[in-house]
């Protein structure tokens, strides 16, 4: 397995990026290699300071950096030597397994749709892993890319979801949600309203019906289907939560698994390669998690059991 990582990706790259991906290699199989992708005297330079001998890795040369606030069509196209769109091309190439980044997220999604989407995806979406009180995790999708939808894009996100949850997390018959102001079937938006009819007919996930906000971190349900918008709010207030309640010195073992650096990074799903988004914050704890996550990613063979599933 040949993980690619964007070194130069992220708020604190690369330093944390370097840091994360020596802290990842010594966990992996003997089978398994990262590969640097980045501006080599930078890499060079962090592998000098952490100690480290470069044949613990492969490194690809990248001289130019796509800037979180860089516009994403734009800048692929106009800085093809930049980390982010070598990254790409080796993924394309067959040359990587998967690709990693903290980098820019539209970015990430751009590169990730070049190396094609899935036919019958309308549109590919984000999945987040959130920790539920059984000591299992469910769901969000989409979490972010999608904020204006219809709905056969929630009935395919409802779909990419569960077979997530089969390939990756190995759930059976995993429980999938409509999330919801109310359980009724005639609850919500015009949006919900009709994704619920979609999805109450189908035979190719298992439908249990509207879920509320509620009973996000019970066991109840496995997959959380929302627009983009609706994902990302309540992500953001999640996050500020354990943020708040962590600073004011209440945690405890599962307040604690609130932490986005114990997960990693985001899947782009819908997409022909695994492709995986870290958090722009991201610390070396949350790049070696996320090069952990490519790699069950990648060897779950996510997308191949999708277009079984698609092509149905």
């Not at 800037?67 to 091309?89: H, I, T, Y």
């Not at 980044?101 to 990730?112: D, F, H, R």
């Not at 509620?214 to 953001?236: A, E, I, P, Q």
């Not at 073992?253 to 695994?274: C, D, H, Q, W």
Request: aromatic residues 6%; glycine residues 10%.
């Amino acid at each position: 397995m040949r993980i690619g990582l964007d070194v130069m990706g992220g708020d604190f790259a690369p330093k944390a990026t370097m840091e994360g991906a020596v802290k990842a290699a010594k966990i992996l199989g003997n089978d398994d290699k990262i590969v640097l992708i980045g501006q080599q005297s930078a890499i060079m330079q962090e592998l000098e300071r952490l100690q480290e001998t470069p044949s613990l890795f492969d490194i690809v040369d990248a001289d130019e950096v796509i800037e979180m606030d860089d516009k994403p069509v734009k800048a692929l196209k106009q800085k093809p030597n930049s980390s982010l769109a070598v990254g790409f091309r080796l993924l394309m190439e067959g040359k990587i397994d998967s690709f990693a980044s903290a980098g820019n997220t539209g970015a990430m999604l751009v590169g990730a749709m070049t190396t094609g989407v899935l036919e019958g995806v309308l549109r590919p979406c984000l999945m987040t892993a959130l920790p539920r009180i059984d000591g299992g995790v469910c769901l969000l999708v989409d979490s972010g890319v999608n904020p204006d939808c219809k709905p056969e894009n929630l009935y395919q996100f409802g779909l990419l979801g569960s077979m997530y949850a089969k390939c990756v997390l190995k759930i059976d018959e995993p429980k999938v949600g409509l999330l919801n102001l109310g359980t009724e079937a005639g609850k919500g938006n015009l949006l919900t309203s009709a994704a619920y009819q979609l999805m109450n007919e189908t035979k190719d996930f298992n439908f249990i019906g509207n879920v509320e906000p509620r009973t996000l971190f019970n066991s109840n349900c496995d997959v959380f289907v929302c627009d983009g918008f609706v994902g990302n709010m309540m992500l953001k207030l999640l996050e500020t939560f354990w943020y708040t309640t962590t600073k004011r010195g209440h945690t405890d073992e599962y307040l604690a698994r609130f932490n986005y650096e114990l997960y990693g990074g985001t899947p782009i799903l819908g997409v022909s390669k695994p492709a995986i988004v870290g958090h722009g914050i991201s610390s070396a704890l949350a790049i070696q998690n996320m090069i952990l996550q490519s790699r069950d990613i990648a060897n779950a063979n996510l997308a191949d059991n999708l277009k079984v599933m698609l092509n149905k």
